[in-house]
């Protein structure tokens, strides 16, 4: 099995959310600083965010739901209530400049997000989650930069009705941002989980530190 997006980190949802570190504000507007990071990238990874995106617009997810994902991948640099976003227009927000994006190099965008080939991996995703609910629920609460309420009924129904490959990139996002510590256990059924999701093996292997 072929590593997708073959020696990169992160892509899809939770790269774009890395757009926001510590001193983006130099950068410019939260507006600018996405759309820079967009157009200024490679087209594959324009094409892995719209379809995270594409997929967790699609599934309808309420607003609060939306805006507890996004904060825990850009914690504690980026919160949209806080500046002004409502979390279904900042995923219309990122679809529009994708495919703009994309559209640049001439590449099809397509009508709507395709159907996650991972599904049978759900109920694998949903355990992980569950064993680290606790931990994450704690962490959120005295998290450096505010508390995200939300963030384990989020990841379960980004596991549930979006796709579990981007719930389980979110998890590996939450662990770094809030906790809890990664047992060596967990950290062997990550690796197992991220080459099932054909994952380069620096996707996973990046949280490496975070073992307890």
């Given at each position: 099995?072929?590593?997708?997006?073959?020696?990169?980190?992160?892509?899809?949802?939770t790269?774009?959310?890395?757009?926001?570190?510590?001193?983006?504000?130099?950068?410019?507007?939260?507006?600018?600083?996405?759309?820079?990071?967009?157009?200024g990238?490679?087209?594959?990874?324009?094409?892995?965010?719209?379809?995270?995106?594409?997929?967790?617009?699609?599934?309808?997810?309420?607003?609060?739901?939306?805006?507890?994902?996004?904060?825990?991948?850009?914690?504690?640099?980026?919160?949209?209530?806080?500046?002004?976003?409502?979390?279904?227009?900042?995923?219309?927000r990122?679809?529009?400049?994708?495919?703009?994006?994309?559209?640049?190099?001439?590449?099809?965008?397509?009508?709507?997000?395709?159907?996650?080939?991972?599904?049978?991996?759900?109920?694998?995703?949903?355990?992980?989650?569950?064993?680290?609910?606790?931990?994450?629920t704690?962490?959120?609460l005295?998290?450096?930069?505010?508390?995200?309420?939300?963030?384990?009924p989020?990841?379960?129904?980004?596991?549930?009705?979006?796709?579990?490959?981007?719930?389980?990139?979110?998890?590996?996002?939450?662990?770094a941002?809030?906790?809890?510590?990664?047992?060596?256990?967990?950290?062997?059924?990550?690796?197992?989980?991220?080459?099932?999701?054909?994952?380069?093996?620096?996707?996973?292997?990046?949280?490496?530190?975070l073992?307890?």
């Amino acid at each position: 099995m072929s590593a997708r997006y073959g020696g990169a980190t992160d892509f899809g949802f939770t790269d774009v959310a890395q757009a926001f570190h510590a001193s983006w504000r130099s950068d410019g507007s939260d507006v600018e600083v996405l759309t820079a990071y967009i157009t200024g990238n490679p087209a594959w990874l324009a094409e892995s965010i719209l379809l995270d995106t594409l997929r967790l617009e699609a599934a309808d997810l309420p607003a609060w739901q939306i805006e507890a994902l996004w904060s825990v991948a850009t914690h504690p640099f980026h919160d949209l209530r806080r500046e002004g976003h409502d979390g279904r227009d900042w995923l219309r927000r990122i679809i529009g400049l994708c495919q703009d994006r994309l559209h640049t190099d001439g590449r099809a965008t397509g009508e709507g997000a395709s159907p996650s080939p991972y599904g049978h991996l759900t109920g694998a995703v949903l355990d992980e989650i569950l064993v680290a609910s606790q931990g994450i629920t704690e962490g959120s609460l005295r998290a450096f930069g505010g508390y995200v309420p939300g963030i384990v009924p989020a990841l379960n129904d980004a596991a549930a009705k979006v796709c579990p490959d981007l719930a389980f990139r979110l998890l590996l996002r939450t662990h770094a941002k809030v906790g809890p510590r990664i047992s060596r256990e967990q950290y062997d059924r990550y690796t197992a989980l991220g080459k099932h999701f054909a994952y380069d093996k620096d996707v996973v292997g990046t949280y490496d530190h975070l073992m307890s």
